[in-house]
């Protein structure tokens, strides 16, 4: 059944034949919730593609896409595929400089722009480059045509494009160009990563079979479908059969999780810990009985592992805390989640556990652009899955760790290369075949694979000793006061690190202690708040090897966000940026005398004890 899909538009028929529904689709608009049929969605496809044909677009051109997520995206990728167009997704958030760079590198004929606000950034940007011929909008505005008029053009022109088209579509071979992504460029220049229709067909019927859902379940689409993660489960669930519905502004997650009850999303950590951060808030807010019980309930959740079978006194205690405390984090959450699949950045076990606890699998994975992008995810339906790795590897990737620890794989999804740069394309992409994911990693017990670094981040220090910061700066963002950090000591003799505090807890902190503050820059320099911060460090220090102790830090008084350059649009660390920004604090750090601490303090020693006495606590609820 599987190899009636072959291109990415052959979802179409698929779920035609198989899982034909009226709410194929789903958006908002004007406050209300709108939906596309099955059918609708493949007609509408097809009009887009006969479009595009009308306008003179051939086999190969280039159309690209500057959107929020919405229904309609689809419409232009399934047509673009069908027609044998090539899609180049950009996000809607990057500069100037990488809109003109990208416009210009993929050779883009036409562009189909979200907005009013982006069609004005990108028309100025488009003036300037001769191969554009046009500009269309998925909103109505003045002054762009919207996208509809292509597909009208499509359909006034049915008779003669209908059949021309069905002999393109029968042509569009699995080994053709399907997309063009450009890569975030956390460390330069963007790449034009070349997928073809089996790159990304041979990932997502694979990873499609993670989990059983399907044509009775709905999802809610956030993550940016210009980045091949989401754009990748987004093909994944139309596949199963299942709902989607799109959220294009990340302020409508929470009312769209009420309204819609999803029974699975895509996430990334960041807004994971959102809901940790929240449902510990929530806790914070209760007194007496009720408090203590809430966080008996939390730590419970210390036990979780999956596949795991307790004993009978943890299962009644865990029964008992889920009815008093799990259940309300399954209504916050719309009641009906089964699974949240994570990817991106490194999750925390911690929270891994506490949604599990809660009968919310939070499944994390792990992929590339490169890779179209899943190399391994934690697998539900085969019960192969362990809380701190990201998974198995896929049924049809092959994955070696190479003799110092770099990731390397091989199969159907591996890219074709990177567009107009076969030099790059062979610094990656080995003589046998292999894919140097540039990720140091390690297969735990010969199955999970656990991400442990960036091959290129780790650094050495005077002594000779060697550093992976990601591995501390996720240990370092464990801590609800710290939102962003990035650790620092190559060639020096320890290491330090620059912190972005997390300033909506830290002001709610300041409140409780009544420390006052004129701005995040004086609130920064607080005695107080810098020795909170230092025993957040003194306690993330215990559990790391001496030579990897951050011996003196930093806090900022800027929060770090894509916008402002320091992460990328995939919420990475961009690195070089971070470090020419603040290279007056950087020297300053290294410049002081004395040994430890922040501000030249000498970080405490911190005995943290987070567990509760069980048996005392029993009897106080009279379990």
Known sequence: MEN???RTFDILDWCETNYPREDALGGKANGKWYTYSTSEYKAKS???????????????????????????????????????????????????????????????????VGDNKLYEKISAIAAEIPAIEGIYAFEDFEGCPHFREIMELGESKQAEWSPILEQIKSAVSPDDLATIIYTSGTTGVPKGVMLTQENLVANFTSHARMHNLGKDHRVISFLPLCHVYERSVNYHFQYKGMGVYYVG????????????????????????????????????????????????????????????????????????????VYSKWREALG???????????????????????????????????????????????????????????????????ADDGEILCKGPSIMKGYYKAPDLTAEVI????????????????????????????????????YIAPQM?????????????????????????????????????????????????????QKKEVNSQFFKEVAAINKTLGQHEEIKRFRLVCEEWTPQTGELSP?????????????????DAIYAAKTPNG??????PKVKVNLRFDMNELLKRIKL
Request: net charge positive; hydrophobic share 40%; aromatic share 10%.
């Open 4 to 6: 009636m899909v072959r």
């Open 46 to 112: 097809h009009l887009f593609a006969m479009g595009m044909l009308a306008k003179g677009l051939q086999k190969g051109d280039k159309v690209a896409t500057v959107t929020t997520n919405r229904p309609e995206w689809n419409f232009v990728d399934m047509g673009l595929a069908m027609a044998g167009l090539i899609h180049v997704p950009i996000y809607p958030t990057i500069g100037d400089d990488e809109y003109r760079f990208i416009l210009e590198h993929a050779d883009v004929r036409y562009v189909v």
């Open 249 to 324: 502004n990340l302020g409508q997650i929470v009312p769209a999780i009420k309204e819609i009850k999803p029974h699975m999303f895509n996430s990334v950590p960041r807004l994971l810990e959102r809901v940790y951060d929240g449902f510990i808030s929530k806790g914070k807010e209760l007194t007496g009985l009720k408090k203590v019980i809430y966080f008996w309930s939390v730590s419970l959740t210390r036990h979780f592992e999956y596949n795991k079978k307790y004993n009978f006194f943890l299962r009644m205690r865990i029964r008992v805390a889920d009815k008093l």
């Open 335 to 401: 009641n009906n989640i089964v699974y949240v699949v994570s990817g991106g950045a490194a999750l925390q076990p911690r929270i891994a556990r506490v949604m599990g606890m809660a009968g919310m699998y939070t499944l994390e994975g792990y992929g590339l652009t490169e890779t179209s992008p899943v190399i391994a995810v934690n697998n539900p339906a085969l019960r192969e899955m362990k809380v701190g790795t990201v998974g198995p590897v896929l049924d049809n990737v092959e994955v070696r760790i």
């Open 430 to 465: 080995d003589e046998e075949g292999w894919f140097h994911t540039g990720d140091i990693g390690v297969l735990e017990e010969g199955k999970y694979l656990k991400i442990t670094d960036r091959k290129k981040e780790m650094f050495k220090m005077s002594g000779g000793k």
């Open 472 to 524: 501390i700066e996720n240990k370092l963002k464990e801590s609800f006061f710290i939102e962003q950090a990035m650790v620092i000591g190559e060639n020096e003799k320890f290491a330090s690190a620059l912190i972005s505090p997390n300033f909506e807890y830290l002001h709610d902190w300041c409140s409780q202690h009544k420390i006052h503050f004129r701005d995040n820059e004086d609130l920064v």
């Open 570 to 586: 995939t919420l990475k660390l961009k690195r070089n940026f971070v470090t020419k920004k603040y290279k007056h604090i950087i």
């Open 598 to 603: 922040g501000n030249g303090l000498r970080l």
